[in-house]
T-cell receptor, first 117, second 112 residues
Framework: GAGVSQSPSNKVTEKGKDVELRCDPI?????LYWYRQSLGQGLEFLIY????????KSGLPSDRFSAERTGGSVSTLTIQRTQQEDSAVYLC???????????????FGPGTRLTVT | DQQVKQNSPSLSVQEGRISILNCDYT??????FLWYKKYPAEGPTFLIS?????DKNEDGRFTVFLNKSAKHLSLHIVPSQPGDSAVYFC???????????FGTGTRLKVLA
């Protein structure tokens, strides 16, 4: 079946511009995560959505970052006034639920490589 | 504060030999651990997991060992194959939460 898809796969933008990154999770998955991987770093948690609950935004690095999830499916991560330090691979993952004590494996998309010049 | 550490950024192993990837953690509340494999230009894919009530979990060529007292886990791949060449991430979480803390990854290269 279809996995998690992300678009665009690559994005080059000028410093100060806004960007939108899109994630299409696996159909039926209620949990959706955004991560960021900067060069030489691990996956940094950004935000988490579970069903219709309020998202956990505690990982967002600044108020320039925001995300929404429409209809419990597609999610968009928006970065306003991009800075060079925002350059990274942004990964989206979905999982069936937070059942089993939060031990669901996550299914990752291929990521969006963002370069801010 | 890096709660999950993979101190070896890279590892090279001869085909057919054992690959051992290590991961250390500091948070004693972690009770579930996972390993993911990542190929270039792809997202990580789940490989194997282990609960803190076990000290070993095996799946084919992959075995994960957990040493709770040392807060250390390791992934053994035997025999190693060239197709295993990838970046391996360990991750940890606490049951009932949804936050997974990932290590920085170890790049494994299996030489033919």
């Amino acid at each position: 079946g279809a996995g998690v898809s992300q678009s665009p796969s690559n994005k080059v933008t000028e410093k100060g511009k806004d960007v939108e990154l899109r994630c299409d999770p696996i159909s039926g998955h209620t949990a959706l995560y955004w991560y960021r991987q900067s060069l030489g770093q691990g996956l940094e948690f950004l935000i988490y959505f579970q069903g219709n609950s309020a998202p956990d935004k505690s990982g967002l690095p600044s108020d320039r970052f925001s995300a929404e999830r429409t209809g419990g499916s597609v999610s968009t991560l928006t970065i306003q006034r991009t800075q060079q330090e925002d350059s990274a691979v942004y990964l989206c993952a979905s999982s069936p639920s937070v059942g089993a004590g939060g031990r669901d494996e996550q299914y990752f998309g291929p990521g969006t490589r963002l370069t801010v010049t | 504060d890096q709660q999950v550490k993979q101190n070896s950024p890279s590892l090279s192993v001869q085909e057919g030999r054992i690959s051992i990837l290590n991961c250390d953690y500091t948070n004693s509340m972690f009770d579930y651990f996972l390993w993911y494999k990542k190929y270039p230009a792809e997202g990580p894919t789940f490989l194997i997991s282990i609960s803190s009530i076990k000290d070993k979990n095996e799946d084919g060529r992959f075995t994960v060992f957990l040493n709770k007292s040392a807060k250390h886990l390791s992934l053994h791949i035997v025999p190693s194959q060239p197709g295993d060449s990838a970046v391996y991430f360990c991750a940890a979480t606490t049951s009932g939460t949804y936050k997974y803390i990932f290590g920085t990854g170890t790049r494994l290269k299996v030489l033919a």
